[in-house]
């Protein structure tokens, strides 16, 4: 198993890049480093639909959209795409995927990064770990943020999270996590891509398919430099901070816009909705620091984690009649993505009607 001092998994729209046991921030795949402002929630919908309609999260069982087939020859792999956030109050519920999942030979776990540190090693790193998401030199956001920005925090922190002092003395790249992720509890959405991912693989289990890790492996020489530099650096993480606000002053509906259309199975809407998300300012405001960049086995981790699973997923391809496998939506839609990149390699790719 992977280290959780520094682990990229992909998946949510805030996807996680751990640098120590107890603390999170967003590595997931980004397309783009700026956010462009979130479309109107009635530029998401069929035409003809009411938005108020659409902002009425789906409850009960929904099946989520069918499944992308790549294949040559014989050979199959269908892939299930994911989202989140999703309708806390939703269960989700595929006849498809478990028809196929019972006739595959393989699953492929979703794509994501992890290193090679051992789980000794990791317990004599914990240590060094203290104070993490804490601001250098004592720094509280009003030191960091611009007064605008500064201002808008107030008022959603005042909504969303209430009193605590203790998060003004964070970095703010994890107080917009934490901002966000309550916003979205309130908005009744939650992390439903993790737990349709924890369903899928509890059916894998029970069916005693091979499971195959497809992380790309990274290397780290000087774990307890690399957390001693980065408690003392600074990030450039104000464009994470101010999107992530933007959302949540800006896009719920829309949030619940796409929801909705991937619990229906919707790929007509889904294909309208333009998933430009904060991850590229949260992603860059990392993986721009010069700590990471100046360690080769750190750099071009996006590309590694791409190539790792296509790799996994050729190799699959020509092992077995049927594999199954997940990814973000986003990412099977994406032109230059991880099915796209199968596609120029001669695969066929076929989308759910």
Known sequence: MGSPLFRFTVGRSLAVLSLCALSTLSAAPAWSQTEPPAPPAEQAVAAGEEVIAETILVAGQRPGPGLWKVSKGEHVLWVFGTYSPLPTKMEWR???VEAILAQSQEYLRPPGATTDVGFLRQMTLLPFAIGFKKNPDGA???DLLPE????RWLVLKKKYIGDDDGIERERPIFAAETLFRKGLEQAGLGSGGREVRETI???VKKSKIKMTSTQAVLEIDD???MIREFKKSPLDDVACFSNT?????DDIDAMRVRANAWA???LEAIQKISYADRDGACNAAVLNLALIQSRPGLRSVQQRIQDSWVAAAEKSLAANASTFATLPVKDLLDPKGFVAALEAKG???QKPE
């Open 223 to 225: 774990p307890v430099k």
């Open 245 to 249: 606000m933007a959302r949540l002053e």
């Open 94 to 96: 595929s006849k498809e």
């Open 201 to 203: 693989e509890k059916l």
């Open 140 to 142: 509280e956001l009003k």
């Open 148 to 151: 605008p920005v500064y201002a």
């Open 264 to 266: 229906k199975g919707d």
């Open 347 to 349: 695969y066929v790719v």
